[in-house]
């Protein structure tokens, strides 16, 4: 069966299709089970994925939120498990937290059942890449699409660092545990999907200017559910089940779509690269960390004007290629230096092996932008106003300006002139820089979202 974009979400896991793309695409997402009291369902569950004795992970406040209930339920049917609270008041997924989850672990868990959202998701989906061990995810929190995605987000040595881990065989949000969640979690969930707009917009531009990979129908499978997190953003406000449940399953369908695509590009564009950049400094700068889809939501308001900025003008290709003089090294990785500080010797690595910022490469990539114009337009168009962005945001309560999550100017135009560094990804960022307006486009946009008046 080919891949259809408009099946509703619950329709993909288990399966493979065909596509126009010319892939397959699969997931190892087996089971999802989204809906009021999905608790309820895990024992025949459990069953169904042959999970003999699992490992129960969660720390106390997941306990609280759904931890208790579940051992209930699970006792109840009769299935045999052991459990592990993490005792910390700021749990990390750190050699810490490694540790001490590997030490609760016994030969007879045959399996990991994590009872939480970030945190408690990317632990367990180490050991269990780790120690071969299959696990499944009862999510707490609508807070971010990491639930179902092959990588975790891991801190080693006080870095951020990604890591393979395994896919869960299995989501479940019961949307009564869900609705209950910080308000400030359940935003960052809507942040984290409305930065799909862009993201999705920057992998389609790729296609067109570098011919990267891209495939139509994960991108308007992705869209559909965007747009119906969109739609429902003032409900996000009032815990609305039906919102909820929509940006949970927006949220799934995200990791499902990375699956589909082999790579990230579905869920992670500029909006990230900004946001990446920021969690960094704040990391650096022994700041309090914002939530990821905070960050993500308030740079995909700022993405959209920038993008509509550009389409909006006839840039001058012959002359941003006449201006690519050689590429200054030496003067790049000093100011990288500068804004990466600890970070940089592997954002400078990147470079030397990706040559991103290659003179040929970008008279390249301009001479590709000039030819296909009219098409990168008409792509931009699809893209919804910073204003609509922000109203979406606003609705569901979260902020919508990088200086309402404490990023001022300074650090605002720093992060948009120098977030494409950090990983080897064509966006919006390079594609300003190679048309020698990413400096005056950061300018102005640090201006303009960096101040709350
Ligand atoms: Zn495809
Ligand atoms: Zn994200």
Redesign the pocket.
Known sequence: MLLNPTLPVREYPGRTFGCTCGREHSTRLREMIIEAGALSKVPALLGRLGFARPLVVFDRHTRKAAGDRLMAILKEAGVPFDFFCYPDEELLADEKGLGALLMALTPENDSLLAVGSGTINDLCKYTGYMTHRPYAVVGTAPS???FTSGVCAMTRGDMKTTLQGTMPLAVVGDVDVLRLAPMDMIQAGVG?IL?KYTCLLDWKLSHIINGEYYCPAIAQMMRRAVDTVAANAAGVAARDPAAVTAVMEALVL?GIAMSYSVNSRP??GCE?HI?HFLEMRFLFDGRRPVL??RK?GVATVLAAHCYHRLAAQQPDFDGAAANVVSFDFDKWAADIRKAYTRAADGVIALEQSAHKNDPERIRARLASMKAHWPEIREAIDELPSAGAVERMLRDSGAPAYPAEIGVEVPLLREAVCRCKEVRDRYTLWQMLYDLGLLDSYAAEAAQRYGKTE
């Open positions: 971010m699409d990491g984290d930065g995200s869920a992670s990230h946001s990821h889809g993500v």
